[in-house]
């Protein structure tokens, strides 16, 4: 390495691609930190992200880290984004509004993201564009779609956006989790409260059963007399076992689940008698929330980017839709194979989408994909519990590596859920970090 | 256009050159060897882990260690460790000598080989 410094060699490189149109030299330099190199390839493309959750506004960060010469931009219709994640805390009294809220500034200021605060209503592509609700089109060379979920309103009959301000779903933060928090207040001492728990694939996986964690754990200091039931379309679910054992030893007898064997499945809702039809009762709540079933979110099921069932196939090693070229749809929105919709797994997926979509416009093959998830659940602030996966790509898709990730164990100590509630603290302030910041 | 294919060589030769001191799972090999890999190592031959290989594993960690790893909150900053460092406590939990409470989950999923391209990743980023 004497004649050539590591700088001159990159010049090079850089040089050679440009006079070779670009992605023939067969290698480069995108990781980032150790940058530097610019083929021409990427050089000016223009990436158009759909949403800023943490899949969008991750995979707009990245893709500027990686490659600062791509002009990125994110449309994302609201001017701040409130996360599900720590959302369930708002909930219980121990989380506020603003510790969930984040903007777009360090995006923008920081990163160069051009932040559009529009909605996204259509894509086309052949022509690669998309439509804002403005009227307004914009072009792009590649394009990520993160749009989250659609909650399917009428599946469970009389579930629609009405009766979702009688029973909110909260399953969005915001004006609905506020709103659920509102009526858990007004409950009276001795009340039931209800949680209508999905069917499976739904956006976090355990998020019902945290929910009714913490709000137990509320219920338990200001109206202790009260119950909860957990109607269930499943019967099963994450980390049921460090849940049921939780349960048992901080709310005992507070917390019924009725799996859907057992007559969980609600049919319908009332919300002039706040009451639930299964099929073979009517249970009435004092407060009811009701977490219907889910798909892709509406844009991507417009594009035609979902399969019958209402999700985003993709190529695995890259999160490029398996329906349209050029289009890469990440989070929850997407089929991840053994991935979770979570917060976490669209961060992971948003950055291999990054990583992947760089290597394309500079007509590369794709780098390995790894991804990671990590999932805290607090059943109390100082009781936490988590489940993790490490994942790659084979030839059945995303699968977890044999041995590796799992949950909490079982007959872990105080102290050991106690550092698991601090660590779950510690991860959301890294995680938003990472996406927002 | 001859000139500019015996370039594409040349380059193409050194990045294998760069591909693997940025890894540093072995000691660099000279530049004249680098053409050989198989020969220089032949366990890692099959499965290379490139800079850019390390930096699609490493990404992972930055969700809950922080961006580059300096963490904004309770879970430890990885940012000033050394190579070493990481790549020891990663194989300590990994084999469960050290205790943790998430991190055994997570080593699990890495080969050693994996572990050492991550953490001389991390230990490089500029910070």
Redesign the interface.
């Given at each position: 390495m004497n004649k050539f410094t590591r700088r001159d060699f990159l010049k090079l490189a850089g040089v050679s691609a440009a006079a070779t149109a670009a992605g023939t030299l067969g290698f480069s330099v995108i990781a980032r930190g150790q940058s530097g190199s610019k083929p021409g390839g990427a050089k000016g493309a223009h990436v158009v992200v759909i949403g800023g959750g943490f899949g969008g506004a991750t995979c707009a960060k990245y893709l500027k880290l990686a490659d600062p010469s791509l002009s990125v931009t994110l449309i994302e219709p609201d001017k701040q984004f409130i996360t599900c994640p720590f959302s369930n805390y708002v909930l219980a009294g121990f989380g506020t509004m603003q510790t969930i809220t984040h903007g777009y500034d360090a995006l923008r200021k920081k990163h160069g993201v051009q932040v559009v605060q529009d909605f996204a209503v259509a894509i086309y592509p052949t022509k690669r564009t998309v439509r804002r609700k403005s009227g307004k089109s914009i072009s792009y060379d590649r394009l990520v779609v993160s749009p989250g979920i659609e909650l399917k309103w009428g599946a469970i009959k009389g579930y629609d956006p009405a009766a979702a301000t009688a029973m909110p779903h909260a399953w969005k933060a915001g004006a609905q989790t506020l709103l659920l928090r509102k009526k858990l207040e007004a409950m009276r001492n001795g009340g039931t409260f209800i949680i209508v728990a999905p069917p499976n694939p739904f956006r976090c996986p355990p998020g019902p059963y945290e929910r009714a964690s913490v709000v137990a754990h509320y219920l338990k200091q200001h109206k202790p007399k009260s119950t909860i039931i957990i109607l269930d379309a499943k019967d099963d679910f994450s980390k049921r076992g460090l849940f049921i054992d939780g349960w048992d030893k901080l709310y005992p007898g507070m917390i019924k689940w009725v799996a859907a064997a057992q007559g969980g499945t609600v049919k319908a809702v009332n919300t002039k008698k706040m009451a639930l039809e299964t099929e073979f009762d009517t249970y009435k709540g004092d407060v009811v929330n009701v977490i219907p079933p889910q798909s892709a979110g509406r844009i991507a099921l417009d594009a035609g980017l979902a399969d019958d069932k209402g999700w985003c196939p993709t190529d695995p090693m890259t999160f490029e839709s398996t329906k349209h070229k050029g289009i890469y749809v990440i989070g929850d929105a997407s089929i991840a194979g053994e991935m979770p919709k979570s917060g976490f797994s669209a961060n992971s997926q948003a950055k291999i989408a990054a990583s992947a979509i760089i290597a394309d416009l500079r007509g590369q093959a794709p780098i390995e994909a790894s991804y990671v998830n990590t999932c805290y659940s607090l059943l109390a602030p100082d009781y936490g519990i988590s489940v993790a996966g490490v994942y790659r790509v084979t030839a059945e898709g995303i699968k977890s590596i044999p041995g590796s990730g799992g949950v909490s164990p079982r007959d872990a100590d105080a102290n050991f859920r106690a550092e698991e509630a601090k660590y779950a603290r510690g991860w959301y302030a890294s995680i938003t970090a990472d996406t927002w910041g | 256009m001859k000139l500019?294919r015996s370039?594409?060589t040349?380059?193409?030769v050194?990045?294998s050159?760069?591909?693997l001191?940025?890894c540093q799972t072995t000691p660099s090999p000279a530049?004249g060897t680098a053409a050989k890999p198989a020969q220089a190592k032949p366990a890692e031959a099959a499965k290379p882990i490139?800079?850019?290989?390390?930096?699609?594993?490493a990404?992972?960690c930055?969700?809950?260690?922080?961006?580059?790893g300096r963490?904004?909150?309770?879970?430890p900053s990885i940012v000033t460790l050394s190579s070493g460092d990481i790549a020891a406590k990663l194989k300590r939990f990994k084999s469960g000598e050290a205790p943790s409470?998430?991190m055994g989950?997570?080593?699990?999923?890495?080969t050693d080989a994996e572990i050492d391209a991550v953490a001389n990743?991390i230990a490089?980023?500029?910070?």
């Open positions: - | 500019k370039w594409i040349v380059t193409a050194v990045a050159a760069l591909a001191s940025a530049p490139t800079p850019e290989m390390a930096g699609n594993l990404n992972n930055f969700t809950c260690h922080g961006p580059n963490s904004p909150g309770s879970i409470t998430v989950r997570q080593a699990k999923g890495y990743y490089g980023l500029k910070k």
